[in-house]
Nanobody, 131 residues
Framework: QVQLVESGGGLVQAGGSLRLSCAASGRTFSSSAMGWFRQAPGKEREFVATISWSDGSTYYADSVKGRFTISRDNAKNTVYLQMSSLKPEDTAVYYC????????????????????????WGQGTQVTVSS
């Protein structure tokens, strides 16, 4: 199965930027899309963004639209999350996840925003945004 390793987390001041990376290895051909989720202390895991490996279609949570950008480098089997205008409420452990789901365009957002859609998860990387 595909293995995922996140990197790039760290401490940044509010208003700053940070780029996370998720490197995929193993049976990557079985994965159709990659997503980013985050979990803050005392809160439930929440959807951040997802990108399709094949056509690059992207999907974002309302809370990060206009601030975060998800992208992928197919040759490197790597997905990125460029985070800008960071806020203290963005502080969380960020996880990347892989799914084999292939929803239609109309169904994609509803499908990809659910954690249960993903069958493989990375170990997470901590992002801390100071006030």
């Amino acid at each position: 199965q595909v293995q995922l390793v996140e990197s790039g987390g760290g401490l940044v001041q509010a208003g700053g930027s940070l780029r996370l990376s998720c490197a995929a290895s193993g049976r990557t051909f079985s994965s159709s899309a990659m997503g980013w989720f985050r979990q803050a202390p005392g809160k439930e895991r929440e959807f951040v963004a997802t990108i399709s490996w094949s056509d690059g279609s992207t999907y974002y949570a309302d809370s990060v639209k206009g601030r975060f950008t998800i992208s992928r480098d197919n040759a490197k089997n790597t997905v990125y999350l460029q985070m800008s205008s960071l806020k203290p409420e963005d502080t969380a452990v960020y996880y990347c996840a892989a799914t084999r789901a292939r929803p239609t365009a109309a169904q994609a957002m509803g499908v990809f925003r659910q954690g249960l859609t993903y069958n493989r998860w990375g170990q997470g990387t901590q992002v801390t945004v100071s006030s």
